[in-house]
Nanobody, 122 residues
Framework: QVQLVESGGGLVQAGGSLRLSCAASGRTFSMYTMAWFRQAPGKEREFVARITGTGGSTLYADSVKGRFTISRDNAKNTVYLQMNSLKPEDTAVYYC???????????????WGQGTQVTVSS
């Protein structure tokens, strides 16, 4: 089993930055593709970014390219999302996820954290 716990969310002004962290349990962290998704009120959960097991490949949604960076530290069993130049439309609950398949779909990730709220004010 994999258990995930997100942290680092909060309230920030437009143009500011936040770094989200996701701590994972287990001894097989490096086997999993890790991803970040987000869900705004009234909208479906959407893909934000993913990173493969060794960190060799990353992929971003068009809406966050050039602003967000996903990274991982397998020695610490932790994945990060550095968010810069934040916009009000980035406001959402952010979730980290783990799965055995390289994917950008919700269905590719059997393990999920509880979510952390990010609110960007203007």
């Amino acid at each position: 089993q994999v258990q995930l716990v997100e942290s680092g969310g909060g309230l920030v002004q437009a143009g500011g930055s936040l770094r989200l962290s996701c701590a994972a349990s287990g001894r097989t962290f490096s086997m999993y593709t890790m991803a970040w998704f987000r869900q705004a009120p009234g909208k479906e959960r959407e893909f934000v970014a993913r990173i493969t097991g060794t960190g060799g490949s990353t992929l971003y949604a068009d809406s966050v390219k050039g602003r967000f960076t996903i990274s991982r530290d397998n020695a610490k069993n932790t994945v990060y999302l550095q968010m810069n130049s934040l916009k009000p439309e980035d406001t959402a609950v952010y979730y980290c996820a783990a799965g055995p398949v390289i994917s950008r779909s919700v269905t590719g990730y059997p393990y999920w954290g509880q979510g952390t709220q990010v609110t960007v004010s203007s």
